[in-house]
């Protein structure tokens, strides 16, 4: 049976040059980059390529770049590192309803550190709302952490403006942005922003798994989670994972070369399925009206009559694979804080999925998945109300 992979926000599957790259550098090329010797050596050029070709696609230097084991870590190390580096300026965070919980998680944490928080609403688009941010900004704020999209609706954040906002009420605040469901997708150009961190996961780019970066700007101060032998300008010692690396460097070099172009393909997919189901009673849009505000590789659908779970089985079965909610924190059922906070009716909140492109996703694959929920909807949901 044909499989139909519609969950590229939860992972994606690994680029075949990557994929390669990551071997060659396994079995060949496996010198340790501290190494004085030349195999070291040539392991260490990886890094530099890597860190060239990624400071290249965000328009920043490449000592900003420090490598990680991918997106929970570059989260953890901007956030927690972040407030307690510079928590002589404040002790005061300010994040969103809507974060990923590799964001969440540690901010909880420090909470238990005597950090207070503020945890912005959004609007029923999901979009955070920057006259909240503002009224939420002290001279105690310390860190601001907000998402670029959001995994769930693909609700893109107006994290330019929140860092204009920010820094023009305190200079000092430090702002991290989590750009792991963005990064290689839109557009993101980090000399002209006031973004002061941002974290990428390479698995949710055609990378391999256990890779990603931290931008961390020259400017800013973070205290490591990982001691050890100081690698990467000392914020996160430990050898480098160069095959991972050296895939990563990879597929940022693809997803990156053509970003218009892969958007145009999302856009197009995504009225396709849209316009497919049009005419399918009880299916309601979840995420931004305007389409600029809309991440179009991210549709999550609300089913009025059939539980998530229910359909995305269904589905499987079918050889359609999509998501309910965040797949990132665990395999255990939970209600989702993001259609909570945009205030999603509750009998709603357990019959939502969502269908997440790869610039591999064809139209074939879109038009079978609309197929499918055309024959399967009806059924399952005449099986509830009965």
Do not use: W
């Amino acid at each position: 049976m044909k499989e139909i992979y519609l969950d590229n926000a939860a992972t994606t599957r690994c680029l075949p040059d990557a994929a390669k790259k990551a071997y060659d550098v396994m079995t060949q090329d496996f010198g340790n980059p501290s190494s004085l010797h030349m195999k070291g050596v040539e392991a260490e050029k990886y890094l530099d390529e890597a860190r060239h070709v990624i400071s290249k696609s965000l328009r920043c230097k490449e000592k900003e770049i420090i490598f990680t084991s991918g997106g929970s870590e570059s989260n953890n190390t901007a956030i927690i590192g972040g407030a307690l580096r510079n928590q002589r300026n404040g002790k005061h965070i300010i994040t969103t309803a809507i974060e990923h919980e590799a964001v969440l998680s540690p901010i909880r944490s420090l909470e238990k550190r005597g950090f207070s928080v503020t945890y912005l609403p959004v609007s029923k688009e999901g979009i955070v709302l920057l006259d909240e941010l503002s009224n939420a900004l002290s001279s105690d704020t310390v860190l601001v952490s907000i998402m670029h999209v959001n995994n769930e609706t693909g609700a893109v954040q107006p994290v330019e403006e929140a860092a204009r906002l920010i820094h023009s009420k305190n200079k000092k605040t430090i702002f991290h942005v989590d750009a792991i469901q963005s990064f290689a997708k839109l557009p993101i150009d980090l000399r002209d922003t006031e973004i002061d961190m941002l974290s990428v996961s390479g698995h949710k780019l055609h990378a391999p798994k256990g890779s990603g970066f931290l931008f961390v700007r020259d400017k800013v101060l973070l205290d490591p989670l990982i001691y050890g032998g100081g690698q990467e300008g000392g914020l996160r010692s430990g050898t480098q994972n160069v095959p991972a690396i050296a895939g990563l460097c990879e597929s940022v070099r693809f997803m990156t070369g053509d970003i218009k172009e892969h958007l145009k393909h999302f856009r197009e997919l995504r009225e396709r399925l849209l316009s497919g189901l049009s005419d399918l009673d009880g299916i309601s849009v979840n995420g931004p009206f305007n389409p600029e505000k809309q991440a179009p590789y991210i549709v999550s659908l609300s089913v009025k009559d059939v539980r998530a779970e229910v359909l995305l089985h269904a589905l499987e079965e079918k050889g359609i694979f999509v998501g309910a909610g965040s797949a990132c924190s665990s395999n255990r059922p939970h209600v989702s804080g993001t259609l909570q906070a945009m205030g999603l009716e509750k009998d709603l909140l357990d019959k939502t999925i969502r269908l997440s492109f790869s610039v591999f996703t064809t139209d074939e694959e879109i038009d079978e998945t609309v197929a499918a929920m055309k024959e399967l909807v009806p059924v399952l949901s005449r099986y509830r109300r009965g």
